[in-house]
């Protein structure tokens, strides 16, 4: 044998070699590719919404009905986003506006689902989760990990809201065991926690909510029960299962769909954890230690605008702008309105709708000062209220801003509201204000009516927006920074 033709079969061999190791990789990789399946299908999205996963996609893509869901997806919704996921046991999972949750494990074991393996982790916002067959088969190993607490269920549908500083939980159907983490509650591990626990179900009339200040979580009363028909999503036209009834020897009934009514089980016989309420001396020393930490950094304070108590009328008395109804009586919810007949003396009506009536102190001028411009505007107060047709209850307002050009006959607003069921959510509107300082906006799902004094010094207005929870209205009242 000569070298070339030693040499021309050792290219050969070494081909050969390279060509059945580039074969196996090719296999191996094709193999491992075939065996991730997705785990979920998006079936509804509304807003600005995005899916990600360092795994299988390196880049954030836009959430898209139809689209693959994996294990290690992590799902981002921004102010107007809502995404609803199908899971592959039947599961529903709906991530609310301004929400990120990342889908840590989904196994879903179809021939043995009791063998499934099912947790999520919300890194802040609001989920609602309907349990299907995997997590029904295998609560014991299924968990929703929130940043201060461990949830885990006993065939479920609950809605949960979180952040680092706080967890609230609510159920629809079924129940819940809430607990705090620690050396006995780890993240990593799986299934309801037994240390400090509570558990919730849906006959209770109680939200449970932990701080995370606090070691335990506490029931906090409702002012009316929770309905599901309180919390209605909006449609995929899909049906999701309902979470399954469970008696107090845990035997399962019939399944239904989520928008069918049947009467609940009392879950409240026969519970190994009771639900903790926190003793008033136990959430003071909550509170004086959070006010600590504030006044350390009072970056960390969270505002509200909403008075704790009604704003008597010697306050209310000293505004140029204020608030009243159309009859005397002042409800329970409102904060910054007075009685009728306290109002009429040197203030006339400005502005009002079938409920409130604003009332604007007389003036030399008779329409707004012609040397005004641009005015920026600071929030001093308000209310504001989620009316659906089981209750109507207070919301917070966190942040406020309005800003009036007279000149240009113009006005931009926008406020930040909170509320255990909608999570944090923003209304805006941009108008115009006329001579006598009366400025407007409405569209399909929300409207705005307000006025400002003649001398550009105070602005006033009410507002509505329509939202899956119901109606929210609210009331303001500004003065120039």
Not at 270 to 291: C, F
Not at 327 to 351: F, H, P, Q
């Amino acid at each position: 044998m000569n070298f070339l033709t030693y040499r021309a079969q050792n290219i050969f061999s070494s081909f050969r070699l390279s060509c059945g190791f580039i074969l196996l990789v090719f296999l191996v990789c094709s193999s491992a590719i075939a065996s991730t399946k997705p785990v979920g299908t998006i079936s509804f999205v509304i807003g600005k919404a995005y899916v990600e996963n360092t795994t299988h996609r390196v880049l954030q893509t836009k959430a898209v009905v139809g689209g693959d869901i994996f294990e290690g997806d992590r799902i981002e919704t921004e102010t107007s986003g809502h995404v609803h996921i199908r899971f592959a046991d039947g599961g529903l999972v709906s991530v609310r506006p301004r929400s990120v949750l990342e889908v840590k494990s989904y196994q879903y074991d179809a021939s043995v689902p009791s063998n499934s393996i099912i947790k999520f982790d919300l890194v802040e916002g609001v989920v609602r989760s309907i349990s299907g067959t995997g997590a029904k088969a295998a609560r014991d190993k299924f968990r929703l990990n929130t940043p201060i607490a461990a949830i885990g269920v006993r065939g479920t549908d609950f809605i949960v809201k979180a952040s680092l500083l706080k967890m609230q939980a609510v159920v629809n159907e079924g129940a819940i065991v809430v607990a705090p983490f620690s050396f006995s509650c780890s993240s990593e591990s799986l299934g309801p926690c037994s240390s400090n626990a509570v558990e919730l179900d849906d006959v209770s009339q109680f939200l449970v909510e932990l701080s995370s200040l606090s070691d335990k979580p506490r029931l906090v009363p409702l002012s009316e029960r929770l309905d599901p028909e309180l919390i209605k999503e909006p449609t995929d036209n899909t049906k999701g299962t309902n979470a399954e009834k469970t008696s107090a020897t845990g035997s399962n009934s019939d399944e239904q769909t989520s928008e069918e009514s049947s009467s609940s089980e009392d879950l409240n016989q026969g519970k190994e954890t009771v639900g903790y309420v926190a003793p008033v001396d136990e959430t003071k020393r909550s509170v004086d230690r959070l006010d600590a930490i504030i006044k350390e950094d009072p970056s960390l304070g969270i505002s509200n605008y909403v008075p704790e108590e009604h704003v008597g009328l010697e306050v209310l008395a000293k505004r140029q702008l204020v608030w009243g109804r159309w009859g005397n009586a002042i409800k329970d919810t409102d904060r910054i309105v007075a009685a009728r007949e306290d109002l009429l003396d040197g203030r006339s009506v400005a502005v009002g709708n079938q409920e409130y009536v604003l009332y604007r102190a007389d003036q030399d001028l008779s329409v707004v000062d012609m040397g005004l411009k641009n005015v920026e505007f600071g929030l001093v107060d308000a209310q504001a209220t989620l009316t659906s047709s089981h209750s109507v209850e207070l919301m917070e307002v966190k942040e406020g801003r309005l800003s009036i050009n007279f000149a240009k006959g113009t006005f931009e607003t926008g406020l930040k509201l909170d509320h255990y069921l909608t999570s944090e959510m923003e209304v805006e509107f941009a108008g115009t204000i006329d001579e006598k300082g009366y400025f407007n906006s409405r569209d399909e799902s929300s409207s705005l009516l307000g006025a400002t004094t003649l001398d550009g010094k105070e602005a006033s207005y009410l507002f509505q927006q329509a939202t899956d929870f119901g109606r929210v209205d609210g009331i303001t009242y500004w003065n120039d920074k």
